[in-house]
């Protein structure tokens, strides 16, 4: 690991890092192998540990019982949580979400922004619908101003902890985008209170069957006519978009922290294992096929971490580096695809097992190239930076503004 960082690796830099190591190795671990599967779950007393150690509170300030930091201190921290299981790192980012807490009136973070650094007011975010992913602004779930209150109606999709949380981020539309290519505006977001292990009322959910992921669920939620306070909507009527759209960088840096932690967990348990397998009189790590992927896997995994520290400090800095967010976001998952699957072959036939996390590594690394925007989406952004926006873009948003002003008219 590297100790510098370009001059990024302050003492108190390291410090951080070390302690949730330290924490990692010796509370997340343990249980991510004992419990980790379609039916385990993260349990409530590592969630406190979280809570002692601050990290519910990395980047809310202090004067609300916060760490104060930024997004490179919470991206170490991350990085560590994930090198022992990714779900922990994740359940730490239902706390952060900058984003939310720039919308809330100052009363409203007065209240609950103590609670969110105890570990006990953390969010479920409701984007996704069956049939919109990255897509985003054409979602179809709608909210209808009803006097002091909006109703809300429609399906969501890949709702991770909706049930564990204790308030849900809904993106709703409440009017229809006036061009195709203003097709974000009209999105409003809404906060939505509830006790945590059920639903709110007029909330359905449908557990969703993965592959990995595990230590919570992730669900399809239906809305039916769910009233919420009208001061409960969160920034300006129909601009949620661009209010979602300042925390992308800081979470595409979070997802390249988590991938470069699942990748730097395999290249150890790799390392460790190769040393002792023995093949033929003698121990697999003395073989140059193996050396050579060792050597390649811990290569790859620092070019990501060191591109992860520059975006971080960029973001911090104040500047805007949606490109950049978007490039170490596509090149550490796709880094972490490559070396947890190195990483497996190493272990052979074992590693084809349960009996090591290097199969949990290997299928958590495969869904980072999938949310926060695929691989794909992040090319697109890189692309459109360099390039401008292509043609065949504005004609599939044309095509698509389309079909949605039928489908309101449809329900008008």
């Excluded at 097709?183 to 557990?207: D, N, Q, Y």
Aim: hydrophobic letters at 40%; glycine letters at 10%.
């Amino acid at each position: 690991m590297s100790e510098d960082g370009m001059g990024y690796m302050t003492e108190q830099r390291r410090m951080i890092r070390d302690t949730a190591r330290e924490f990692t190795m010796k509370e997340v671990l343990p249980v991510a192998n004992a419990l980790d599967g379609p039916d385990g779950e993260i349990p409530m007393e590592l969630r406190q540990k979280l809570a002692d150690m601050g990290y519910f509170g990395i980047t809310i300030p202090e004067e609300y019982g916060g760490m104060g930091l930024g997004t490179f201190e919470y991206c170490l921290i991350c990085e560590q949580l994930a090198r022992g299981w990714m779900s922990v790192a994740s359940i730490v980012a239902r706390a952060q979400g900058g984003w939310i807490r720039s919308s809330m009136p100052p009363e409203m973070r007065q209240r609950l922004l103590p609670r969110v650094v105890r570990g006990e007011f953390l969010n479920a975010s409701a984007l996704s619908e069956p049939d919109t992913g990255s897509d985003l602004a054409s979602i179809s779930c709608r909210a209808v101003r009803e006097a002091d209150e909006w109703v809300l109606s429609g399906n969501k999709y890949w709702c991770t902890f909706a049930d564990g949380a204790d308030y849900l981020v809904v993106f709703a539309r409440t009017s229809a985008p006036p061009s195709a290519d203003k097709r974000w505006m009209g999105i409003s977001c809404f906060l939505i209170e509830k006790e945590r292990g059920s639903f709110p009322k007029g909330v359905t959910g449908s557990p969703i069957p993965k592959i990995g992921y595990f230590g919570w669920k992730t669900f399809e939620l239906a809305l039916d006519g769910v009233r919420v306070p009208a001061e409960m909507l969160m920034g300006e009527e129909g601009k949620a978009f661009l209010l979602m759209a300042k925390g992308l960088e800081g979470a595409r840096a979070h997802t390249a922290a988590r991938a470069i932690g699942l990748a730097q967990g395999a290249l150890e348990d790799a390392i460790t294992y190769a040393t002792e397998r023995k093949q033929f009189g003698l121990p697999i790590a003395e073989y140059q096929a193996i050396r050579f992927k060792i050597a390649s896997m811990a290569t790859q995994i620092e070019a990501a971490r060191q591109l992860m520290y520059y975006v971080c400090n960029e973001i911090d800095r104040g500047r805007r580096c949606d490109k950049e967010a978007s490039m170490v976001k596509y090149f550490a998952s796709e880094m972490a695809e490559r070396v947890t699957s190195e990483a497996l072959q190493i272990f052979g036939g074992a590693g084809y097992t349960k009996l090591f996390p290097i199969e949990r590594y290997w299928r958590d690394a495969r869904l980072t190239k999938i949310f926060e925007g695929t691989s794909e989406i992040q090319q697109r952004i890189i692309a459109n930076s360099l390039l401008g926006k292509s043609e065949v873009e504005a004609m599939i948003a044309e095509r698509a503004f389309e079909k949605q002003t039928a489908r309101q008219g449809a329900r008008s």
